[in-house]
């Protein structure tokens, strides 16, 4: 079984007055020993400093690597490179390339007439304007917006090709998604270093938000550990750490090591799932 390379996802707070409690979740999860935490980024640029702040306690005080999402969808060239000296100011150089929904207060007129369509054209720019170490998203069951996964795959490889050399994948529940992914990436040439996203699902209530949000499909051994568990909350976040664990030694079975774990800020949960896959 190959060597595990565990990275994980956290969120900043909404509120300033969370941010004890977060900096208290991020000390939980740098003791998982994860090779890198990610930390997500408000649409239109809303959370950037929260981010950024984020980011630095992982990069400095944890001396974690850590990695900046950043999305172009709602900002001008002029706004990322806003973040990336604050970025630079924080010793944080690593960014997850992101087009990112679209704002709520953002018009139609606005949206049209945006500096970045897509987030191969934010991967170009910043790999013009910074030396970071650019990663990207990647969707097992193709993007919900593509026409095919043969169109969204084109798409992946030339943003690989414009400088992104590691992918994180949008979450999936069935591996053999995962699998025929991997195996359509390699046939036209993409090449990368790919994580696998997890998303532990411990709440019934989770799943709809969740699904509703990255379009992944449920299989029916993740529909039943719901219908058995659901109303139940200790034996549902039981059950749903079982799935999250019975998937990842699946992936490893299959010489995946690169594994992402969308954490929730969850760290209890978090570190059930890391004890048992490693």
């Known amino acids: 079984m190959n060597k595990l390379h565990l990275s994980l996802e956290v969120f900043p707070p909404k509120k300033q007055e969370d941010f004890p409690n977060a900096y208290t979740v991020l000390d939980s999860l740098s003791t998982l020993n994860p090779e890198f935490i990610s930390v997500t980024y408000g649409a239109g640029g809303s959370n950037s400093k929260k981010t950024v702040e984020i980011a630095s306690y992982i990069q400095n005080t944890l001396q974690i690597p850590s990695v900046a999402h950043l999305t172009c969808v709602g900002n001008t060239k002029q706004d990322i490179l806003k973040v990336v000296e604050e970025l630079k100011k924080v010793n944080v150089s690593r960014v997850l390339a992101l087009r990112g ?26 790999k013009e304007k910074t030396n970071f170490t650019l990663m990207g998203g990647c969707y097992p069951e193709k993007h919900f917006e593509a026409a095919s996964m043969e169109e969204d795959l084109q798409h992946l490889k030339e943003k690989t090709e414009a400088g992104c ?8 529940f069935d591996n053999d998604f995962f699998y025929r992914f991997l195996e359509k990436a390699d046939k036209i040439g993409i090449k990368a270093d790919f994580h696998a996203g997890i998303m532990p699902i411990t709440t019934a209530k989770q799943l709809g938000t969740t699904v509703s949000l990255s379009g992944s499909s449920v299989p029916k051994k993740l529909a039943d550990v719901i219908a058995t568990y659901g109303d139940n909350a200790e034996d549902m976040r039981k059950a749903g750490i079982d799935f999250a664990v019975s998937q990842i030694m699946d992936l490893q079975a299959h010489g995946i090591s690169g594994i992402h774990l969308y954490s ?15």
């Open 101 to 126: 929904d679209r704002p709520s207060y953002m018009t139609d007129e606005q949206f049209n007439a945006r500096e970045f369509t897509y987030a191969t054209e934010l991967v170009s720019f910043l």
């Open 165 to 172: 050399g590691i992918l994180i994948s949008q979450l999936f």
């Open 264 to 278: 929730m800020n969850k760290p209890k949960t978090t570190a059930a799932i890391v004890s048992a896959i490693r």
